[in-house]
């Protein structure tokens, strides 16, 4: 994964929109419909991702879909470090 920067753990966003995220996954090199597909046939889960007014990192679709994507709690800490800047 190619996130330009890191910040310290402590400075992990704990909740951010779903268009930060969304574009943070793109540069993540992650497709946003990559996961609507993965998630298909999970209606909660589904409409947890599409309608969601924000993103937490600690909710568990979170942890689904990084074990989905085979990131680590680093990765994912990465991308929502970078959601918080876009």
Known sequence: MSVPFVLHPSDVPQEVTPRQFRL???QAGVS???ITQAL???EAALT???????VR???P???TMAA????TDADVDAI?????TL
Not at 80 to 84: E, I, N, P, V
């Open 24 to 26: 943070a996954l793109l």
């Open 32 to 34: 946003p419909a990559a």
């Open 40 to 42: 298909q046939g999970n």
């Open 48 to 54: 947890e991702w599409e309608f969601a007014l924000s």
């Open 57 to 59: 990192r600690d909710h």
């Open 61 to 63: 679709l979170i942890a």
């Open 68 to 71: 989905m994507l085979g990131k």
């Open 80 to 84: 929502f470090q970078l959601a918080a």
